[in-house]
């Protein structure tokens, strides 16, 4: 019954092959003979399978865990170097029409206060986050087609796009949306959209059915395999994730990396993104009601896994996260994050962070200017780049370059320079001084010469007032 290539979320995430993987994993979870066989295959940096990732989560040998450890963090450094990617979510509308159990959102919610942003409440959206930094935002609605159809959305996206406030600009959204039709994605990906994103929320389908109770999103292959109809109309850069804590995390683990294999062996590309959401408190949502919540540690194996699993998949943390937790696994493998995110529906026009229309809780709730600072001091390079699919580096095509080793020649210099225009624009005295110093430093850390010398008048030239340069 389990195949990868078939187009049935029952068979390429089938919950037998799920069993008997979480068995297999069970049985030689102590032996030290195959998991160093798998550890020095991940050392390969091919990425595994899901059958030997899900061993090596099973494995509870201290001295293994820390090898695993160490070699996400090479993998890392190897792939992403030390950037992170910033991003913002964007929430349009919670209106919605499903019944998530675990989101407060869903329709029977009477006391949250419902909200659809228009344009000029967009317009003015965005010139707050321009004004913070962001280059990068992830739209984000409630499913309802009437008050939000795919129509909404794409004039959403057109409206986001034209606006350039001061030096301001947003260069890339990634969507957030239901799983939708064949014919919408096209709109979505002519509409010059980045990724498209989709959680999974859980691929244990009876467990996905009780969560989902009511509404469109109840059905559980429409939404398991809406990535096939993303991929069908266009769109080669998608984002999996699951919600950690609506079902046992070992079983949401395998069928991630099945439904990642799955795009591999349909459609030539792996998913470009993993998010990483654990389950949060929100309006009239208690996440203790969920007892499948997960602990840091296993959080932060999880994060290692996925990124020895699928080393040239971006791996996504929000705020959801904590700053001690982010500092944990940021090491780990992550290679975005959010920054001074509102969950709201508004709420980056506001002074205080409103709670009223809030999707759930945000646990680091630090200004983009300090997470910007506490990245740089924490070693890494906050990185403002979208120039991958704007130079039509999608699907294989960034994929290729990731194989081939070019990304220091390419990200590297693409984070220094969006970062400078981030301390000419938008940062604090401090962030500035910190910033200017690590460019300088990492300038050294372009390979190719030639690619150095155009970086640093690159970067003159943002001194003297220009903007968006990219290799
Ligand atoms: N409505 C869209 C859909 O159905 O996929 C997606 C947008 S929703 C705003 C984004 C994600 O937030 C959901 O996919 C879900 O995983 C997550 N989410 C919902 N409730 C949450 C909670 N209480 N804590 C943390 N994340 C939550």
Same mark, same amino acid.
């Given at each position: 019954?389990?195949?990868?290539? =078939?187009?049935?979320?029952?068979?390429?995430?089938?919950?037998?092959?799920?069993l008997?993987?979480?068995?297999?994993?069970?049985?030689?979870?102590?032996?030290?003979?195959? !998991?160093?066989?798998?550890?020095?295959?991940?050392? /390969?940096?091919?990425g595994?399978?899901?059958?030997?990732?899900?061993v090596?989560?099973?494995?509870?040998?201290?001295?293994?865990?820390?090898?695993?450890?160490?070699?996400?963090?090479?993998?890392?450094?190897?792939?992403?170097?030390?950037?992170?990617?910033?991003?913002?979510?964007?929430? /349009?509308?919670?209106?919605?029409?499903?019944? *998530?159990?675990?989101?407060?959102?869903?329709?029977k919610?009477?006391?949250?206060?419902?909200?659809?942003? %228009?344009?000029?409440?967009?317009?003015?959206?965005?010139?707050?986050?321009?004004?913070?930094?962001?280059?990068?935002?992830?739209?984000?609605?409630?499913?309802?087609?009437?008050?939000?159809?795919?129509?909404?959305?794409?004039? &959403?996206?057109?409206?986001?796009?034209?606006? +350039?406030h001061?030096?301001?600009?947003?260069?890339?959204?990634?969507?957030?949306?239901?799983?939708? %039709?064949?014919?919408?994605?096209?709109?979505?990906?002519?509409?010059?959209?980045?990724?498209?994103?989709?959680?999974?929320?859980?691929y244990?389908?009876?467990s996905?059915? +009780?969560?989902?109770? %009511?509404g469109?999103?109840?059905?559980?292959a429409?939404?398991?395999?809406?990535?096939?109809?993303?991929?069908?109309g266009?769109?080669?850069?998608?984002?999996?994730?699951?919600?950690?804590?609506?079902?046992?995390?070992?079983?949401?683990?395998?069928?991630?990396?099945?439904?990642?294999?799955?795009?591999?062996?349909?459609?030539?590309?792996?998913?470009?993104?993993? =998010?990483?959401p654990?389950? +949060?408190?929100?309006?009239?949502?208690?996440?203790?009601?969920?007892?499948?919540?997960? =602990?840091?540690?296993?959080?932060?194996?999880?994060?290692?896994?996925?990124?020895? =699993?699928?080393?040239?998949?971006?791996m996504?943390?929000?705020?959801?996260e904590?700053?001690?937790?982010?500092?944990?696994?940021?090491? /780990?493998?992550?290679?975005?994050?959010?920054?001074?995110?509102? %969950?709201?529906?508004?709420?980056?026009?506001?002074?205080?962070?409103?709670?009223?229309?809030?999707?759930?809780?945000?646990?680091?709730?630090?200004?983009?200017?300090?997470?910007?600072?506490?990245?740089?001091?924490?070693?890494?390079i906050?990185?403002?780049?979208?120039?991958?699919?704007?130079?039509?580096?999608?699907?294989?095509?960034?994929? &290729?370059?990731?194989?081939?080793?070019?990304?220091?020649? *390419? *990200?590297?210099?693409?984070?220094?320079?969006? /970062?400078?225009?981030?301390?000419?624009?938008?940062?604090?005295?401090?962030?500035?001084? !910190?910033?200017?110093?690590?460019?300088?430093?990492?300038?050294?850390?372009?390979?190719?010469?030639?690619?150095?010398?155009?970086?640093?008048?690159?970067? +003159?030239n943002?001194e003297?007032?220009?903007?968006?340069?990219?290799?």
């Amino acid at each position: 019954m389990y195949n990868p290539k =078939s187009l049935k979320a029952e068979e390429f995430i089938c919950h037998e092959e799920v069993l008997e993987t979480l068995d297999y994993a069970d049985k030689n979870k102590e032996n030290v003979a195959l !998991i160093d066989e798998i550890i020095e295959k991940a050392k /390969l940096r091919k990425g595994l399978s899901h059958r030997e990732a899900s061993v090596l989560l099973a494995c509870e040998i201290p001295e293994k865990i820390e090898e695993i450890y160490a070699l996400a963090e090479q993998i890392k450094k190897d792939f992403y170097g030390n950037r992170i990617v910033m991003f913002a979510p964007l929430y /349009l509308s919670n209106y919605c029409v499903n019944g *998530c159990v675990y989101c407060p959102y869903h329709l029977k919610n009477k006391h949250i206060a419902r909200k659809k942003l %228009t344009q000029e409440e967009i317009r003015n959206e965005v010139i707050a986050l321009q004004d913070m930094g962001h280059k990068r935002l992830a739209i984000e609605a409630g499913e309802d087609p009437v008050n939000n159809p795919i129509e909404y959305i794409l004039e &959403s996206i057109k409206t986001i796009y034209s606006i +350039k406030h001061k030096n301001g600009a947003i260069r890339r959204v990634n969507v957030n949306i239901a799983a939708t %039709t064949v014919e919408n994605y096209r709109k979505l990906k002519e509409a010059g959209i980045g990724t498209y994103i989709l959680f999974q929320e859980t691929y244990h389908k009876e467990s996905y059915e +009780k969560l989902h109770p %009511t509404g469109p999103k109840h059905d559980y292959a429409y939404h398991t395999e809406a990535m096939d109809r993303a991929m069908e109309g266009g769109i080669d850069d998608v984002g999996l994730g699951v919600l950690y804590g609506l079902e046992l995390y070992r079983y949401e683990f395998a069928a991630l990396l099945m439904h990642a294999e799955h795009l591999e062996a349909v459609h030539g590309v792996g998913p470009h993104t993993i =998010s990483m959401p654990r389950i +949060k408190h929100a309006d009239d949502i208690d996440p203790t009601a969920f007892d499948n919540s997960i =602990s840091d540690e296993i959080f932060a194996k999880l994060c290692a896994l996925v990124r020895i =699993s699928v080393p040239y998949t971006g791996m996504i943390i929000s705020t959801r996260e904590s700053q001690e937790v982010r500092e944990k696994v940021i090491r /780990l493998g992550v290679s975005q994050i959010s920054g001074a995110s509102r %969950t709201s529906v508004g709420g980056y026009c506001e002074e205080e962070r409103p709670h009223d229309t809030e999707q759930f809780d945000v646990s680091d709730q630090r200004t983009l200017d300090e997470v910007v600072c506490w990245l740089m001091e924490s070693g890494y390079i906050p990185s403002f780049c979208t120039a991958c699919y704007r130079e039509g580096r999608t699907g294989d095509r960034f994929m &290729s370059l990731c194989k081939a080793g070019q990304i220091q020649n *390419c *990200c590297h210099p693409n984070a220094l320079m969006t /970062l400078k225009e981030f301390l000419m624009d938008y940062a604090s005295p401090k962030t500035r001084e !910190i910033g200017e110093k690590l460019i300088e430093q990492e300038l050294m850390n372009v390979p190719k010469e030639k690619v150095r010398e155009v970086c640093k008048e690159n970067l +003159k030239n943002i001194e003297n007032g220009q903007r968006d340069f990219r290799f």
